[in-house]
């Protein structure tokens, strides 16, 4: 079945089922879901809280069927999106991708003269936002595990992000057990390569609306094999300049007072991160890469998540889920005329420290 991803375009899509060869295929049970506690609610826009309304309002999640697809004769770019050798887009790997990139990678795959071709067997570890600490631990990462049904010759293919970010990936798939024999392809976003032999793992996320069990239990495996640091209250600062909380100081003055620590998970390895949340039983922090780490925090943990009410997010809600995890977020307002969702926050400390007394012990 090929049909257009937009009328107005000349992008044409085909399921991998269709092009590939299916080695295997997984089904999954379905799971039970619960809304999380939303403080200030009401602040939330009704356009982005109606985006939210599966992940949140669900009362069953439906099993999805995991799949394990082989293509060959492909080109793969633009963080992970592949095309066949008509040119024709891989469907499974658009994730997050817009039109306009989709057209302009068709567009610069046919126009270039020369592109290396690879030969071999690879599995395909990218996909949109590869560069992003949570996409990649919980969207990314957790396809190696299906290394196990394919042949032993098989090399993985992995981004090359930021240089911090690729110590991340390293540690990572050598945390995961990754034989050292396995050759690992790396790709920038711009680059562009002609795979002989492709694979590509299909159900185990869709960003905003689905993420399967497999994607945090592949995360206990690695916690198991890292020692905790004992710290049972966390804070999560902030490296990033988006979402910041203008009276940080404040916030963590006080909670420091209810024996919380504050923590900067981008200073600290990879395994550093594990360590320091592996004993929490309460993470507080901004939804941003760093809140990621509570798939390594303690089964039944409180979560508070700060949020600006325009943010359409339920990744770290579906983390919770799957780890039985008390999750709250306490949305707020971002300063600024715009209430851009990437502004700063001026939070209510005293209310927020009402929240945290009310944990559960």
């Known amino acids: 079945m090929v049909d257009s991803v937009n009328s107005a375009t000349d992008i044409e899509i085909v399921s991998a089922l269709d092009v590939g060869f299916n080695v295997i295929t997984l089904s999954n049970d379905g799971y039970n879901n619960r809304k999380p506690t939303i403080f200030n609610e009401h602040l939330i826009p009704e356009k982005i809280r109606r985006s939210m309304s599966i992940g949140w309002d669900s009362i069953d999640i439906s099993g999805r069927e995991i799949r394990v697809i082989k293509l060959n004769n492909v080109f793969v770019g633009e963080q992970g999106l592949v095309l066949d050798s008509k040119f024709r887009v891989i469907k499974e790997t658009i994730t997050q991708h817009s039109v306009a990139e989709i057209e302009r990678f068709i567009k610069k795959v046919k126009a270039s003269t020369h592109i290396e071709y690879v030969q071999g067997k690879f599995l395909n570890l990218r996909k949109r936002g590869e560069q992003n600490y949570g996409h990649w631990l919980i969207e990314c990462l957790p396809k190696i595990n299906y290394l196990n049904y394919l ?211």
Do not use: W
Request: with cysteine; glycine share 6%.
């Open 151 to 361: 042949d032993n010759d098989f090399g993985v293919l992995a981004p090359n992000v930021s240089s911090q970010m690729n110590l991340v990936i390293d540690a990572s798939l050598k945390l995961s057990g990754i034989s050292q024999n396995v050759m690992i392809m790396r790709m920038s976003k711009d680059n562009i390569k002609f795979f002989q032999t492709l694979v590509i793992v299909e159900g185990i996320t869709h960003h905003g609306t689905y993420m399967a069990p497999q994607a945090v239990q592949f995360h206990d495996e690695l916690r198991k094999q890292v020692k905790g640091a004992g710290l049972k209250k966390v804070l999560l600062l902030r490296d990033s300049p988006h979402r910041r909380i203008s009276n940080i100081e404040h916030l963590s003055s006080s909670l420091s007072k209810l024996g919380f620590l504050s923590i900067n998970p981008g200073r600290l390895s990879f395994n550093e991160q594990i360590s320091a949340i592996k004993d929490a039983d309460s993470v507080i922090g901004v939804m941003g890469a760093e809140m990621t780490n509570i798939v390594y925090a303690n089964k039944f943990a409180n979560i508070l998540n700060i949020s600006p009410a325009s943010m359409p997010d339920t990744f770290f809600h579906f983390i919770s889920v799957h780890k039985n995890q008390a999750y709250n977020e306490f949305r707020c307002e971002t300063q600024g005329p715009e209430k851009n969702r990437n502004g700063s926050m001026h939070i209510n400390v005293e209310e927020v420290c009402d929240i945290v007394n009310s944990f559960p012990l």
